[in-house]
């Protein structure tokens, strides 16, 4: 079945410690995005990828970075220079043609805890 | 720039009774809206989602939503909650030309008694 993949489920890091989070996908999507949800704040956008070897900025993009090597993979680094990396991280892509089926697909999300 | 509001953090009600769940946007055009839930630990599902046409939509598990242009606002509603509907549920208005960069709400926890 196609869909995301996102790993690990869990992640537990010391501070000062940069972290890899894993997003997969199968299903051909063009775009791909990170997300970062705080219990009461909703879903902020990190980064964004439309295209293979390129990626822009979201909202909150400090203390980040992704890469898009790979059509399939938008892996999201959490440097030691995010000040408040604790939070659930969720990966998710979209087809970029269709004139706006608008539908994003999520992955089952990262817990980060910083210890 | 864009934003969602959904004013109200938690909702509590009875299975069975009916339920509105409400969401405004602020955007300088018609905009395509979303419902999307979570249930915890989990990812993001599209429940429905208006683009244009008919301003009320159906959506899955029994969900509709009523796009209203005058009051900016996309409430989402059920005549009859499951208990297994408890979850959080999420409003979203899409950018497009920008990347198609979603833009969310800040959530509804929605409470079912029993």
């Known amino acids: 079945d196609g869909g995301i993949t996102q790993s690990p489920k869990y992640l537990f890091r010391k501070e000062g410690q940069n972290v890899t989070l894993s997003c997969e996908q199968n299903l051909n999507h063009d775009a791909m995005y990170w997300y970062r949800q705080d219990p009461g704040q909703g879903l902020r956008l990190i980064y964004y990828?439309?295209?293979?070897?390129?990626?822009q900025k979201g909202d909150i993009a400090e203390g980040y970075s992704v890469s898009r090597e790979k059509k399939e993979s938008f892996p999201l680094t959490v440097t030691s220079a995010q000040k408040n990396p604790t939070a659930f991280y969720l990966c998710a892509s979209i087809t970029k043609s269709g004139g706006g089926s608008g539908e994003l697909f999520f992955g089952e999300g990262s817990r980060l805890t910083v210890l | 720039a864009q934003s969602v509001t959904q004013p109200d953090i938690h909702i509590t009600v009875s299975e069975g009774a009916s339920l509105e769940l409400r969401c405004n946007y602020s955007y300088g055009a018609t905009p395509y809206l979303f419902w999307y839930v979570q249930s915890p630990g989990q990812g993001l599902q599209l429940l429905l989602k208006y683009f244009s046409g008919d301003t009320l939509v159906q959506g899955i598990k029994g969900f509709e939503a009523e796009f209203k242009r005058s009051q900016s606002s996309f409430n989402l509603r059920k005549p009859s909650v499951h208990w297994s509907d408890a979850a959080e549920y999420f409003c979203a208005v899409l950018l497009t030309g920008g990347g198609n960069k979603l833009t969310f709400g800040t959530g509804t926890q929605l409470k079912v008694e029993l």
């Open positions: 990828s439309q295209i293979v070897n390129d990626f």
